[in-house]
């Protein structure tokens, strides 16, 4: 998978090393870096499948920008592990191992990844995806520390709030205060 995916990435004209530690620090995540490759494409890491073998990996990567939708799934003996699917713009639906809550801020990441990445490269976001900002508004900021306050960031104004983030944005757009 690491073949794949640092090939992937330079066919992109990017270096894995570098995303991942750019993203990173914006994101305040070491693990699990989301990899925003173009304005449409960024590559969300998330447990997929489990272990065949000590050490086999389980990661997979899923276009935050395909992800139109997450249901739970009923566990039965087949599906002791898998926690929710993703349902994909292609008719696809893929399994993730976590549970809705956390695929649900792996993808917010993703997102904020990809506005962050969008704004850099000076072009407009062309994301369908599942989590819009009116989505990860929504989202509780207890339970997402810091991502709140970069939610907060990415809808920034000129009037300053006074919420407990200290996010400088307006008092009308800041769910967090």
């Given amino acids: 998978m690491q ?3 640092k090939r992937t990435v330079d066919y992109y004209g990017g270096s894995l090393i ?3 530690r750019n993203y990173g620090h914006y994101l305040g995540s070491r693990q699990s870096t989301p990899l925003p490759l173009k304005a449409n494409l960024v590559l969300v890491p998330l447990k997929m499948r489990s272990p065949l073998i000590e050490n086999d990996s389980v990661t997979g990567f899923v276009n935050a920008c395909s992800v139109i939708g997450l249901d739970s799934v009923q566990t039965t003996e087949e599906t002791k592990t898998v926690k929710c699917m993703l349902q994909l713009s292609g008719g696809l639906a893929v399994p993730s191992y976590y549970s809705i809550a956390r695929t649900e801020k792996r993808l917010l990441m993703g997102r904020l990844a990809l506005d962050r990445f969008c704004r850099l490269q000076g ?5 369908g995806a599942l989590l819009t900002r009116e989505r990860s508004s929504q989202l509780n900021y207890e339970a997402y520390g810091t991502i709140g306050k970069l939610v907060c960031e990415l809808m920034s104004e000129k009037e300053v709030c006074t919420c407990k983030t200290g996010c400088n944005n307006t008092e009308r757009d800041c769910r967090w205060s």
Avoid: K, S, V
């Fill in 3 to 5: 073949t794949i995916l």
């Fill in 18 to 20: 570098a995303l991942r």
């Fill in 123 to 127: 072009i407009d976001a062309n994301c």
